[in-house]
């Protein structure tokens, strides 16, 4: 359908002012949602970036009037090892979390597409129950499951022989913090990938694979030159998502660093962001930290913006 | 999903298929041994995805006393409710239950509401009518998911401070609808498109008005859409901790995530058991929606993130 003609019984349209305009059809309904979001996201977003030029710090929260200083904040920033600590600290543990979740959901799809339809079904619903728990009670479960007196996963270990981990600590050690947080996130995103995954694998077509088969190809190459072609765009949304939510990670970081861990160890991106701003009182800093956290999205947003529009429009 | 959201639940912006959903391709058939190496795996992969949701509830069930034997009891042997009626009924200190769940409960219904409705007039204008700006505002709604709520929440907290909403109900209502924006549009749009415009069309040779025809006639079929809609918006509201940590500082203006940080903060080394019951009753009504909506939120998140 195209042009909503206007109520019916008004005069043809005169020619309207902006403001007449806007009042008019499609843009006044799309006022009210553009009014929240530009309050309360573009407007943040300005005050964001203009808070990273200024000297911004306990004086200016009770009231001195913050001094422009340029980019003096991102070279403060830039200059200091603890955020390239930081930074690199976060592109691994992203890349090592974006690698499992991939690899274990794609694996998960396979197998879900061989299985039995009783047990893709069972596996299915262990599956969503995963993906549905609240991120914060995730965290704290597995931070009681990692315990290191009463722990289940200690306990389940000193069970092999050989092996005496009670008493162990999974939290002190900043390598062994990131193994449980990367072992929580991946085993709640793994559902949303596999599920995902599987949705598309369904999708390709039975024909085109039987023409392989009669072609004398082999089940694998099948999935190498069928299948993953035809699954690529959702790998590819699905990727960029995955990168985009690891990089800035925060519920879970902060969540284990309550119940366990050396904080200045194990900080991430995001969780710095809110250290800098808060604890340390250093808003101009927070905000440069907060624009350089932005920038780093840009490469993996536009493709999944791209990629989504792609789909969209075919 | 919606980036800006930092949960991972409901997530979408990908298809997703309902997993119940009978498979259009038949099991190959294969050896015994294939079966059985199948059939293992699969179990593997859900006890892995079962076990901590059991582990949470099973620590809570059990006497606080006996959570910390040094061989875990793997079922509720000493069972009691008492876990959940002490979280409930004696605070300690400050971090009380009760406040933080009606905290929860004020934003994030109110959320939901105030989503649906502006998602709603903001789909039907994207789905509905030809103008010109329109594919700019659809990339707009994507990029304005993009946004990290990591990097906003200061400046936020800043917007909030000047207008004299920190700490209040309606300060965090209006954070979490901006942040829940973007993705109920895009999933809403999704559903009125799939809607045909030509039922309305005849409603309206009919003799109804413009609005009347889309009111009786395509409103009533988007009931689906709208609950899917609104479930999403709902586990995104329920589960946000950081902008909640940040502005609703105050202990009494607490949320349930900002409540369980607190309550693990102050409980951790002595009773494992009642943090299992406080995470327990979080997480309870989010997987209830979860599951009850998940095959529609999928087809939803599908219709309208991906086939357009």
């Known amino acids: 359908m195209s042009t909503l003609a206007p109520a019916r019984g008004l005069p043809p349209r005169r020619a309207a002012g902006p403001l007449r305009r806007l009042l008019r059809g499609p843009w006044l309904l799309l006022i009210p949602a553009a009014v929240v979001v530009l309050a309360l996201t573009g407007w943040p977003l300005i005050q964001l970036v203009i808070m990273s030029t200024q000297e911004f710090g306990r004086a200016q929260i009770f009231g001195a009037p913050p001094e422009f200083v340029g980019l003096g904040n991102y070279l403060d920033v830039l200059g200091d090892p603890a955020f390239w600590a930081v930074l690199g600290r976060s592109v691994l543990f992203a890349g090592a979390n974006v690698l499992a979740t991939m690899g274990l959901g794609i694996a998960i799809a396979v197998l879900l597409t061989r299985l039995a339809r009783v047990m893709r079904t069972v596996v299915s619903i262990g599956l969503l129950l995963a993906w549905a728990m609240p991120p914060l009670s995730a965290t704290v479960v597995w931070g009681w499951m990692f315990d290191t007196r009463a722990g289940v996963v200690n306990y389940l270990l000193s069970q092999l022989p050989g092996v005496d981990l009670i008493g162990h600590s999974w939290l002190f050690e900043p390598l062994s913090f990131f193994f449980v947080a990367t072992v929580i996130i991946t085993w709640q995103s ?47 949304v699905l ?76 | 999903m ?58 809570a069930l059990l006497s606080p006393g006996s959570v910390r034997d040094s061989t875990p009891h793997f079922w509720p042997d000493t069972f009691t409710l008492g876990n959940f009626i002490g979280v409930i009924t004696e605070p300690s200190g400050s971090i009380e239950f009760l406040p933080a769940l009606g905290m929860s409960l004020l934003v994030t219904l109110s959320t939901v509401v105030a989503a649906l409705l502006f998602a709603f007039l903001a789909a039907v204008a994207l789905a509905r009518f030809r103008f010109v700006g329109k594919r700019g505002i659809v990339i707009a709604v994507l990029v304005v998911q993009m946004v990290p709520v990591e990097a906003l929440v200061v400046s936020v907290y800043r917007v909030l401070d000047g207008w004299q909403l920190l700490n209040t109900a309606l300060g965090l209502i209006l954070v979490y609808t901006a942040t829940v924006l973007p993705f109920t549009i895009w999933v809403l749009r999704g559903f009125v498109a799939g809607l045909p415009a030509e039922l309305e069309e005849a409603a309206m040779v009919d003799g109804c008005s413009r609005f009347g025809a889309f009111w ?17 918006a709902f ?74």
């Open chain 2, 2 to 59: 919606s980036a800006a959201v930092s949960s991972r639940t409901g997530a979408g912006g990908v298809p997703a298929a309902s997993p119940g959903a009978p498979s259009r391709r038949r099991p190959r058939r294969r050896g015994l041994g294939g079966r059985i190496v199948l059939n293992v795996l699969a179990v593997i992969v859900f006890v892995a995805s079962v076990f901590p949701v059991y582990w949470m509830v099973n620590s």
């Open chain 2, 216 to 232: 009786r006639v395509t409103f009533p079929l988007l009931g689906p859409g709208l609950a899917a809609t609104g479930v999403f």
């Open chain 1, 190 to 236: 793994v559902p949303f990938v596999a599920i995902t995954v599987y949705a598309g694998l369904t999708q390709v077509p039975g024909e085109v694979l039987e023409a392989a088969q009669l072609d004398g190809t082999n089940g694998w190459q099948r999935f190498r030159l069928v299948t993953v072609p035809f699954v690529r765009p959702v790998l590819l």
């Open chain 2, 235 to 308: 586990i995104q509201a329920w589960n946000e901790f950081l902008y909640a940590l940040v502005i609703m500082t105050r202990p009494e203006t607490r949320t349930l995530p900002v409540w369980l940080r607190a309550f693990v903060q102050a409980t951790k080394e002595t009773d494992w058991a009642a943090i299992m019951a406080g995470s327990t009753l979080m997480a309870i009504p989010v997987i209830v929606f979860f599951l009850i909506v998940q095959g529609r939120m999928a087809s939803g998140v599908a219709a309208g993130a991906v086939k357009g």
């Open chain 1, 239 to 314: 990727l960029m998502l995955q990168i985009i939510w690891d990089i800035r990670v925060f519920t879970q970081i902060k969540a284990l660093q309550t119940i366990g861990g050396v904080q200045e160890q194990t900080t991430t991106i995001g969780v710095y962001i809110y250290t800098v701003s808060t604890a340390g009182g250093n808003l101009g800093a927070g905000g440069a930290i907060a624009v350089i956290l932005v920038l780093l999205m840009i490469v993996p947003a536009v493709l999944y913006i791209r990629s989504t529009l792609r789909q969209e429009e075919s």
